[in-house]
């Protein structure tokens, strides 16, 4: 009923414009883009996507790509205790997290305002001012601080419960940068993008999980409905994808 009545009040909201103090549920935030938010709400709350079960009551999750800070806010609403590292690249976009992080009263959020890549060197991002930064555009070019996954990964010293990556394009050279330790991880979430700029390598992504024993689901998000016939030329995905993994280890 909430998401319905938010879809009514914001979705003729022109996009890319900040809107302070929006409520849902029992959260207040800023948004930075109507149409970026009602798609979080859908997927994270009300959908829960990224909902999971674990026998620790303080989980440690990685959220990579953390944007205004939705997934966030749903882990700390299912683990009141959990231990977040939240990762974004946009380090505007970071502000907007921080602000959205006290109205609620939440300061135990470790916030890491760097690109997720597979080195320290920084990267060139591409803003757009929503949820769609990345590596892969040509607009609005910015140089960020980069941070390596993997160093997160192996200083962590209990085993990761979630890891979240919606990176926007740079998830195979991280998961491949990450791959031989990801047996400390108990469950993944990797929103997958195909450029049609760049090669499809889904494949590298699976053999990866497949090695190091995981178990995936995998969910089209695009909804092409006559995919021989709607090439996705005119897009700048032609496919993009929310893989689920769990560790059959654990």
Not at 57 to 66: E, L, Q, S, T
Request: aromatic share 10%.
């Amino acid at each position: 009923r909430q998401y319905l009545l938010l879809y009514i009040n914001l979705s003729s909201v022109k996009r890319f414009k900040t809107i302070k103090n929006i409520n849902f549920l029992n959260f207040t935030i800023d948004i930075i883009d109507s149409a970026s938010f009602l798609g979080q709400f859908k997927e994270i709350f009300l959908d829960r996507s990224y909902e999971f079960v674990s026998d620790n009551n303080a989980p440690v999750i990685f959220d990579c790509g953390a944007n205004i800070g939705m997934s966030s806010l749903f882990f700390k609403t299912i683990y009141p205790r959990s231990n977040i590292t939240a990762f974004e690249a946009d380090s505007s976009i970071t502000e907007i997290f921080k602000t959205n992080l006290k109205k609620n009263n939440i300061h135990d959020i470790k916030i890491i305002d760097a690109a997720v890549w597979i080195n320290d060197k920084g990267i060139q991002f591409s803003v757009d001012g929503a949820d769609g930064g990345s590596m892969q555009g040509t607009d609005n070019i910015k140089n960020v601080r980069s941070v390596r996954l993997l160093d997160f990964i192996d200083d962590c010293s209990k085993k990761i419960d979630l890891l979240k990556i919606d990176i926007e394009g740079a998830e195979v050279d991280v998961i491949q940068d990450c791959a031989k330790s990801l047996s400390k991880v108990k469950n993944i979430f990797i929103e997958y993008h195909s450029w049609n700029s760049s090669e499809q390598n889904l494949g590298e992504i699976l053999k990866i999980l497949e090695a190091q024993n995981f178990r995936y689901y995998i969910e089209d998000t695009c909804g092409r409905k006559k995919p021989f016939i709607d090439h996705a030329k005119n897009k700048n995905m032609d496919l993009q994808l929310n893989i689920f993994a769990r560790n059959l280890g654990e």
